[in-house]
């Protein structure tokens, strides 16, 4: 089983729910090959759907946003210019609603809305300035322009290219009509006042049969390579522009950030609470018996203070520990290579430790890869049953990238809720990836990649 997480994985799953999209199903078997089964799929024949519809629907977009920018420039002498574009660019936000709708419809390709037009008051003007400042308004306008000649372009290339290559293949059923009320033997090639070629001769009929069905064949990949640009205008003049799915994807980042600080604060509270805290109280009392039974049984006084003598170091031992699990000494002190080596020494099995760098990276990026092999190897003397395991540490370009690997049971379970997918978050929120490999019986290999910041 192989799971991957982070920004680089996030490709046919909803944004907001992480849930897949309802065609995206295991690939059925079929018993006809790729080429001869495409002119009949169900993809080919909706993409043929969308070309066909996309030469009216890009009439009245082109037609509705040349008369209002038009119109609009034209008045802009007057205060009426100003209304009559923000009416126009939001003709054109609505348009671009009923493009992304045809696109998820019949090109799968869905793409999320850009953030809705709203005024600061909720005032007519305040509307009217909302919309001209959108950066998605003008966006749906330049697709407007933009898509008309490229829907007329591929109008023209699509559908004769279907319509004479589904008469050619057919052309033996319907040769007959020829004959039979135009009074020619057949579909005429050429012809002047000596000479008159017709298709009618058992031959003919089968070659242009095959061409035909050459170029029926052809056809649906035309089609496929035509709506390619469609979809790439969609995505890129009708969706989010790349700056406000950014600030979506930080903020996102930062709510999982917050929450991470908050949790290791508050275990740290309940290390501190429940275990050094709870001790030197203890200590604390001891001392004060101690202190009373100091002249009437100094003996009895000497042992106490030689328990609370053991009871203070054993509180240093877990300030210490707990201190190690806030940010080691070590790390800052020497690096990776060092401390690496130190949480492999604590694993239950041997851990082989290489660490290739030629410099160190930033100190957060070196503590986020620290505690990342720390939870790792720490879920490997847990749940792997592994007898060895192994940590590799190297630079490639700009970024740094880590590999655990064990010779455990495998099966390790990536999905919600796990340590795993905890830790996957941690890493998407500085834009690091998580791969997790772990097939039932073994090995596991998880690796992740993190980006180098000096």
């Not at 006084?301 to 699990?325: C, N, S, Y």
Request: proline share 6%; net charge neutral.
């Amino acid at each position: 089983m192989t799971t991957a997480y982070g920004p680089g994985a996030r490709s046919t799953r909803d944004r907001r729910t992480g849930d897949a999209g309802p065609w995206d199903r295991p690939p059925s078997r079929h018993l006809l090959p790729p080429v001869l089964r495409t002119p009949l799929e169900g993809r080919t024949w909706r993409e043929l759907l969308f070309v066909v519809l996309s030469l009216p629907v890009s009439v009245v977009m082109f037609s509705f946003a040349t008369t209002l920018t038009s119109l609009s420039v034209g008045l802009l002498i007057t205060f009426l210019g100003v209304p009559v574009m923000a009416f126009g660019l939001a003709l054109c936000l609505g348009f671009g609603t009923l493009e992304r709708a045809r696109a998820r419809v019949l090109l799968r390709h869905p793409v999320a809305a850009p953030a809705p037009v709203r005024g600061r008051t909720g005032g007519p003007m305040s509307w009217m300035g909302a919309v001209l400042r959108s950066g998605a308004s003008w966006r749906h306008l330049l697709y407007a322009f933009l898509h008309f000649p490229w829907a007329v372009f591929t109008f023209c290339v699509v559908v004769p290219v279907w319509t004479y290559g589904l008469a050619a293949l057919t052309y033996p059923v319907w040769q007959w009509i020829f004959p039979a009320y135009v009074g020619s033997d057949g579909l005429q090639l050429y012809g002047d006042a000596t000479h008159h070629v017709y298709l009618d001769s058992p031959l003919e009929l089968a070659v242009t049969s095959g061409a035909g069905l050459l170029v029926v064949l052809a056809a649906p990949w035309v089609t496929r390579g035509l709506v390619t640009v469609d979809r790439l205008l969609v995505s890129g003049l009708l969706g989010p522009s790349r700056l406000a799915d950014r600030v979506h994807e930080l903020e996102s980042d930062r709510g999982v950030v917050v929450d991470t600080a908050a949790a290791d604060l508050r275990r740290i509270e309940r290390d501190l609470h429940d275990g050094a805290q709870a001790r030197l109280v203890a200590l604390a009392m001891d001392l004060g018996l101690a202190k009373e039974k100091l002249t009437a049984d100094p003996e009895a006084a000497a042992r106490m203070i030689d328990e609370a003598h053991g009871e203070v170091k054993t509180a240093l031992q877990e300030l210490r520990d707990l201190a190690r699990g806030i940010h080691p000494a070590v790390l800052t002190d020497r690096g990776l290579d060092a401390a690496l080596s130190s949480i492999a020494s604590r694993c239950t099995v041997p851990v082989a430790v290489d660490v290739d760098l030629d410099a160190r990276p930033a100190a957060a990026i070196e503590g986020i890869a620290y505690f990342t092999v720390a939870e790792l190897l720490q879920n490997v003397s847990k749940h792997s049953r592994a007898r060895t395991a192994s940590v590799e540490v190297w630079r490639t370009g700009r970024r740094l990238l880590l590999r655990v690997t064990d010779d455990g049971a495998g099966g390790a379970d990536a999905g919600s809720g796990s340590g795993l997918a905890g830790l996957a978050e941690r890493l998407d929120a500085v834009d690091g990836v998580l791969v997790v490999d772990s097939p039932p019986g073994g090995p596991t290999t998880v690796t992740a990649e993190l980006p180098w910041r000096d």
